[in-house]
């Protein structure tokens, strides 16, 4: 498949960089609103599976078709911003689709990480990654640390305390 369209020019050639130097690059992707400790911890511990971390964010756009008209709360341009700016992320780029599963494919990963909430069969870009000779690993998520709860706990007034 050809990554036109997919990947910015200057992606293409941090892969094609890093792909010549031997170095392991693992993928994930997320929506990222309200950006809190659960996603750094998470891709934290996605970044520790190899030597680049990748990580697709969903567009405005896609975000409001899996999770409905009120998301995202923070716009697509910051949360790409944000995500990028963390020390264990070494590359983020946008993605237009409901499933990353063209951005996977253009990236072409090693490993393929994704949240242990959903099972190997539900992960998109798996049987791409495994014909390649690549690994997907699933990982523990802080179920307590979502912005899904963080929403919720401003919806109803409760702060991080009441649980």
Known sequence: MSDAGVLPDD??????AWRARGETIVFTNGVYDLLH??????????RALGDRLVVGVNSDASVRRLKGPSRPIVGEADRLALV???ACVDLAVRFEDDTPLALIEAVAPDVLAKGADYAL????GRESVEARG???VRIALREWLSSSAI?????TGRSAFEG
Do not use: C, S
């Open 121 to 124: 069969e539900q992960i998109v």
């Open 11 to 16: 992606a293409r050639a941090r892969l094609a």
């Open 84 to 86: 990028a700016a963390l």
């Open 37 to 46: 400790r659960g996603h750094v911890e998470y891709l934290e511990d996605a």
């Open 151 to 155: 929403i919720e706990r401003i919806r």
């Open 134 to 136: 690549g690994q997907v």
